[in-house]
């Protein structure tokens, strides 16, 4: 960090190069290069992203190696510099986050360009605080040739029509080049020379990376991205950030007790645990008639217990999840229940220790022991459960005591 402030303070303006870099390769760097050339702009920061909030659902090669990587890449133009604001940032990544941040360590004035994909524009909108975003910097969105920028002006009509100063657009052939192409073809034993720096390719080597087997990915109907538009605009502002908490420490504690599969389906489960927590009250009872959720007494006169249930059968239905697991972690996310699935209990707990909750007592013991033993904090968390809906006068549902009795007995 003290070398980024010696570096950009004396800058009038900047190009934020964001990617996951996985691996960086050519494209990317003649993409900077060709940037830093139109907008006249003094030093380009590269910043690999730390966890992508938009490739939740991918499994990425580890910060160091990228980080490294991007550095061997940039060694050679004394413009670019590389930055590890994401990459040490823990959660979730925000552009709006980095943003700021990197603003502080500039000089007031100083002229901000965002690089990034012709389509991540298209989705600006859904990104944190976009509006706030376009006030502090510019967008360069590059594209590869032929790619249809009549139909994104369009889509990103109400934007463009407001910032339309803000939002650059450029072609570049180099572009063709993928950094998932790369990944296959190092996985396949095809030659991935000139697709990247030498040194970053030696680096892939040396390390062994993009070896493993790609099969370990879990099949999904839908991509994630997909899944994250429905939901937005199935849930409001406040439960999708609280989704996105929950997956992101669902997967994290994946990460910790299971394996690269449970951390997509850990990803998939915590983003849909609430997706029918916001209906309105007869569209719950319309859709539980048609998708047969059994409800019993309790439920019906509890009825924020339906939305788990609920939730699970909207799932598959809409959001075509077939994975029996998946369906259960959100259909027990909200009670428990005695012998559950590592997932299940994954996903149980995220919903209580994701890092967008406000605090509350009992948070940082829960927070300790689902690092420490899953098991353990079951029963700290039903136990604490049990007695918050006790204390306000609400229904307890009997499984929840039924999977305290288990967990307590372990
Ligand atoms: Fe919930
Ligand atoms: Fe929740």
């Not at 994954?346 to 605090?359: G, T």
Request: glycine letters at 4%; hydrophobic letters at 40%.
């Amino acid at each position: 960090m003290r070398n980024e402030i010696a570096n950009f303070k004396d800058c009038k303006s900047i190009a934020i190069m964001g990617g996951t870099f996985d691996p960086i390769h050519n494209g990317h760097l003649v993409t900077a290069e060709a940037v830093r050339h139109r907008f006249k702009v003094d030093r380009v920061v590269f910043i690999p992203t730390g966890r992508p909030a938009h490739k939740l659902n991918k499994k990425v090669t580890h910060n160091e190696h990228r980080y490294l990587m991007t550095v061997l890449a940039t060694m050679r133009n004394e413009n670019f510099e590389v930055s590890r604001i994401e990459i040490d940032r823990p959660g979730a990544t925000y552009t709006i986050d980095t943003i700021e941040e990197l603003k502080k360590i500039c000089r007031p004035d100083v002229r901000l360009y965002f690089i990034t994909g012709a389509d991540a524009i298209n989705q600006i909108m859904s990104w944190k605080q976009p509006e706030r975003l376009l006030t502090l910097c510019d967008f360069v969105a590059v594209t590869r040739p032929g790619y249809d920028k009549a139909r994104l002006f369009e889509d990103i009509g109400e934007i463009r029509e407001k910032y339309a100063s803000r939002i650059h657009f450029m072609e570049v052939p180099a572009l063709a080049i993928s950094s998932s192409d790369i990944r296959e073809r190092e996985q396949k034993g095809e030659p991935i020379k000139y697709l990247l720096p030498q040194e970053v390719e030696d680096y892939i080597h040396k390390f062994g990376l993009y070896q493993d087997d790609a099969t370990e990915e879990v099949k999904f109907m839908l991509p994630i991205s997909t899944m994250q538009e429905k939901l937005q605009s199935a849930i409001s502002v406040k439960r999708y950030i609280h989704t996105m908490g929950v997956a992101e420490e669902a997967v994290k504690l994946a990460e910790i007790y299971g394996t690269a599969q449970d951390q997509q389906k850990a990803r998939v489960a915590g983003l849909l645990h609430d997706c029918a927590k916001d209906y309105p009250e007869s569209m719950r009872l319309r859709f539980c008639k048609e998708y047969k959720v059994k409800t019993d007494e309790i439920m019906n006169k509890q009825t924020d217990l339906i939305h788990p249930f609920l939730g699970a059968e909207v799932a598959k239905r809409e959001y075509q999840v077939l994975d029996e697991d998946v369906l259960n972690a959100i259909r027990f996310h909200t009670t428990g229940r005695p012998n559950m699935s590592l997932l299940e209990k994954i996903v149980f707990i995220a919903d209580y220790i994701e890092p967008n909750r406000e605090k509350f007592g009992g948070l940082d013991e829960a927070r300790r022991l689902a690092y420490l033993d899953l098991d353990k904090a079951m029963v700290y968390i039903l136990e604490n459960t049990i007695e918050y809906v006790k204390a306000r006068g609400r229904l307890l549902h009997p499984l929840s005591l039924e999977a305290l009795e288990y967990y307590k007995n372990l």
